[in-house]
């Protein structure tokens, strides 16, 4: 793969630039370099030259935008980037690696990109370091990202596009929702990427587990329906929290319709006036504890009122694979509200490994004061767990696609 | 068997110091045959000359439009305000999947069946782009080969763009569209520029 560092500089960065460019020598892939320089003059490229002579960078090409000062650092950025763009699309590069100057990154970082950028044929792989953000929305700084051409060859960086959003970052968050909208992808990894699964490894033994509730029942037949039709094998565990015991017995008749049988449905009595999300976590105890005894590799997260391609599980799987990551979390949308992202493990993998150390019994956490008081608390509190453990978890949008979030 | 219809978009920036113009243009506009929707890029200082243009399109019943707004410093000069407008033009065609960019200066006047031979033209070799010259305005023995009158494939418009700013910009009058067919042949594709095969072409003037 042809790829394009491409970053903006300015003589405000100064400071970073020298230790970036020491870490841009120290990269194991090799790539060529064009920073476009938007400082008030000509100096600060002689100077750029000077430290590349310095640290030997090879292949760098330094361009001067001349632009006005007053107009701010977004129009000088992405006017900056256009420029890159321009660059990546004349001369045939396959992608362009936004890396931004004040960024210090671990040098296989391109190259594990790259690779699964190859692999799963992703549009943008976005790598955060720092905080997890939650909940996960249309929103790119383009500090550490790996664009595909096909994006850059439709959209572009300028603020005066239509329909650009006032927000922080609008080119950012503009360009990736054009790209999800048209039917690309978009993923975010957090942690670092681990080694890629080889073909030949041994199938991941997968466990499809859900809490399910009598509330759920307008899209439980259509669910069951999609669970039948899974082409990937795994097996089924329902947790049913509802109280009236006739619910159990209606799910069992929709599995005998769609011919499911390697299922197990497990009845959960709680007190009724426990609160719903709760409830579902004590049911996700019970999945956890079926994966760990009984040598799943994974769990497929998957609700109940979710309606998803065939191949989705296949698509999760090979995911993992590509960066051995803990945790693949595919976003959806919110039930109520097609327009906000929803970030929940409605359809997610989530390795065995993950399970080993943490648990969704909040209760059983040591330190309260670090549960988010946020909607599916429980699992925010173990996507940061699993971070601070040194894990690495994948945030996806548009990779699998449609997604039907039933509402009635 | 029929050819395909191609998906075209009509693009061109506008600003009121073409106003002289600009009713008898959209008339000409209304009167195209060839299917084709259609993208006004106004650069006009504030939003005063949109609501004009908009009136006139009522007048000539012309429906299947957008007019977005840009704004932008004056004093940036004109070829900086068309470029940029250029640049919205060519995002919508990559964005919403047309086939080529129909470029019609707002102060020429063509025949209806131009944007038709320009297909013809275009489809007839291959190329990616075909560029009917007019005269200058204030010069009318002058040629100009600007893009007044032009059907520019998707393909150059995925690979190059109209900002001034890019590398190598020829210091000349009409830099970014030389530049721009520079690209072209540089990237190994094709053009032509033709002559007298549409007329006529009125380049207003007042």
């Known amino acids: ?408 | 068997m029929s050819k395909k219809i191609k998906k075209i978009l009509i693009g061109t920036p506008i600003h009121q110091v073409k106003d002289y113009s600009m009713e008898r243009w959209l008339k000409s506009v209304s009167e195209l045959e060839y299917p084709a929707d259609f993208l006004m890029v106004d650069n006009s200082p504030g939003y005063d000359y949109v609501e004009k243009v908009k009136d006139y399109c009522r007048k000539y019943n012309i429906t299947n439009y957008k007019l977005e707004h840009l704004e932008i410093n004056q004093e940036l000069g004109a070829d900086q305000r068309i470029g940029r407008s250029r640049e919205i033009v060519r995002q919508e065609i990559l964005s919403k999947d047309y086939d080529a960019w129909f470029s019609w200066e707002c102060d020429q006047i063509l025949p209806p069946h131009t944007l038709g031979k320009l297909i013809e033209l275009k489809d007839s070799g291959n190329f990616m782009m075909v560029s009917h010259n007019s005269w200058t305005r204030e010069i009318p023995n002058q040629p100009m080969n600007a893009f007044g009158c032009a059907l520019i494939g998707r393909e150059p418009l995925e690979k190059y763009g109209f900002l001034l700013e890019y590398p190598d910009m020829p210091d000349c009058w009409h830099a970014g569209d030389v530049w721009f067919k520079k690209q072209i042949l540089k990237g190994g594709g094709n053009y032509i520029e033709v002559s007298g095969i549409i007329k006529p072409i009125y380049h207003l003037e007042e």
């Open chain 1, 1 to 408: 793969m042809k790829v394009l560092i491409g970053t903006p500089v300015h003589n405000k960065k100064d400071r970073a630039i020298k230790k970036w460019l020491r870490n841009v020598v120290k990269l194991t892939y090799p790539a060529d370099i064009l920073l476009v320089d938007s400082s008030p003059d000509l100096s600060y490229v002689d100077k750029i030259k000077g430290y590349c002579k310095k640290y030997k960078v090879k292949n760098c090409r330094i361009e001067h935008l001349e632009i006005n000062q007053e107009l701010g650092v977004d129009e000088r950025t992405n006017r900056s980037r256009e420029i890159i763009r321009q660059e990546v699309l004349s001369k045939d590069y396959d992608a362009w690696f936004s890396w931004e100057c004040d960024r210090p990154i671990p040098a296989d970082t391109l190259s594990k990109l790259i690779k699964m950028m190859k692999k799963e044929k992703y549009s943008i792989i976005h790598q955060i370091f720092g905080v997890l953000r939650v909940p996960i929305e249309f929103k790119i700084s383009f500090d550490c990202t790996l664009v595909n051409r096909e994006c850059l060859e439709k959209y572009g960086f300028l603020l005066e596009y239509p329909g650009m959003p006032d927000c922080w970052h609008p080119v950012g968050s503009w360009f990736k929702k054009q790209v999800v909208d048209d039917g690309g992808s978009y993923v975010e990894v957090y942690g670092t990427i681990g080694p890629i699964r080889d073909k030949g490894a041994r199938k991941m033994k997968v466990l499809v587990g859900a809490a399910i509730h009598q509330v759920k029942d307008y899209g439980m037949e259509r669910w069951l329906k999609n669970v039948s039709k899974l082409e990937y094998p795994a097996d089924l565990l329902m947790v049913d929290n509802t109280s009236n015991p006739d619910y159990f017995k209606k799910v069992r008749k929709y599995c005998n319709k769609y011919a499911i049988r390697n299922y197990k449905l497990v009845h959960l009595s709680l007190d009724p006036d426990l609160h719903p999300d709760r409830k579902v976590e004590m049911s996700q105890e019970i999945i956890r504890q079926e994966i760990l005894t009984h040598d799943y590799d994974a769990w497929f997260s998957w609700e109940c009122d979710q309606l998803i391609p065939t191949d989705a599980l296949d698509r999760l799987v090979s995911m993992m694979n590509s960066g051995g990551f803990m945790m693949v979390n595919h976003n959806g949308w919110v039930r109520d509200n097609p327009g906000i992202t929803c970030t929940d493990f409605n359809v997610s993998l989530v390795s065995r490994k993950c399970f080993e150390k943490y648990s969704f019994l909040l209760q059983l956490s040591f330190d309260h004061s670090e549960i988010p008081k946020k909607w599916e608390c429980g699992e925010i509190w173990i996507k940061k767990q699993v971070l601070k453990g040194g894990g690495s978890i994948l945030e996806a949008e548009g990779v699998i696609d449609p997604i039907y979030h039933l509402s009635k």
